[in-house]
Each structure stands twice: as C-alpha cells, then as structure tokens.
C-alpha cells in the first residue's frame, strides 16, 4: 500500500518534467479550377494565446466565454507577419476567414481566390519561433499533381516548391 501511495505522489512531479511538444501544421491546397489557394494552420490554443497576449500586451482568452472580437483581430495581425506565401516571386495577402477550435488545437483559415498558375511557391512560416527554440512549422503543399512537406525551424524558417 505504501509503494503504490509513494508511486502515486511521485508520478505527477516527474510529469512537470516531460516536454512538451512545440508544433505547427500548414496545409496550403490549391485548387486549379477555382483558381483558390485554401490554407489551414493548426497550433495549440495556448501557445498562440500566449504569444499573441506577449507580444500585443494583451490578456485575451481563446475558447472561453471571456473570448471577444479582439481575439480574431490579432490572429489576423500575428499570422500576417508571421506566414508569407509568395507565389513566381509575388507575395500574395492572405485573406482571414476565420477560425474553430477542437479541444486543444485552433483552426486558422485563410483563402486567396482569382490565383493564376504559378510555378513556384515560397512559404515563410515563423509562428510561434519567437516563443519557442524548438518550436517545428510541418508545411504541407498539395495541387492536382504535386504534394510536398516541409519541417521548418527557426534557423531555417522558409521553403521553396516548384511545381512541375
């Protein structure tokens, strides 16, 4: 009884020290007969709250009944400066649409429509590199016939695509 008591009580402190995993995912699809570059990110609500609160001097609240307008409004302006897709040379302006949230995680969406054909894409993803060393940006790319990923990090925080 006493092992499984001690067991018990010592579990939880060495739980503080396991790492915790510092992540990104941006799905970029371009859709060639709409002519619509359709991007998704997926961070963890609280390191985009927290970064967004730091560098903003703000105490906003995602996914809680303390959740206000503000809260879209930064989005917007953290991932403007933080991702930048540039296509044949030309820096295209991501158009915010919105966002949800599943347990942990929120969905960022954005959509450019009218995108002609191109034949390189840049992405230049910093989010959350001013939070964290180890933080990851996984980029994945996808049209009707290429589809390609990418592992950026803060030494190496933009990629190239040429399309075929």
């Known amino acids: 009884m006493k092992k499984t008591i001690f067991i018990l009580f010592l579990l939880p402190l060495f739980s503080f020290n396991l790492h915790k995993i510092h992540v990104s995912l941006t799905n970029?699809?371009?859709?060639?007969?709409?002519?619509?570059?359709?991007?998704?990110?997926?961070?963890?609500?609280?390191?985009?709250?927290?970064?967004?609160?730091?560098?903003?001097?703000?105490?906003?609240?995602?996914?809680?009944?303390?959740?206000?307008?503000?809260?879209?409004?930064?989005?917007?302006?953290?991932?403007?400066?933080?991702?930048?897709?540039?296509?044949?040379?030309?820096?295209?302006?991501?158009?915010?649409?919105?966002?949800?949230?599943?347990?942990?995680?929120?969905y960022v969406y954005f959509e450019m429509e009218n995108i002609p054909d191109f034949k390189q894409i840049e992405v230049k993803n910093t989010v959350l590199f001013d939070l964290f060393d180890d933080q990851q940006n996984i980029i994945k790319i996808k049209d009707e016939t290429t589809q390609k990923t990418f592992f950026l990090k803060p030494n190496h925080f933009k990629e190239i695509l040429t399309i075929e």
Do not use: W
């Open 28 to 106: 970029i699809v371009y859709k060639k007969e709409s002519k619509t570059l359709q991007i998704t990110t997926r961070v963890f609500i609280d390191d985009i709250e927290n970064i967004i609160n730091k560098k903003y001097g703000l105490k906003l609240e995602f996914d809680t009944e303390k959740e206000t307008s503000e809260t879209d409004k930064y989005l917007k302006k953290y991932f403007e400066k933080n991702l930048k897709i540039t296509l044949d040379n030309q820096e295209i302006t991501l158009s915010y649409l919105g966002k949800e949230y599943d347990e942990d995680i929120v």
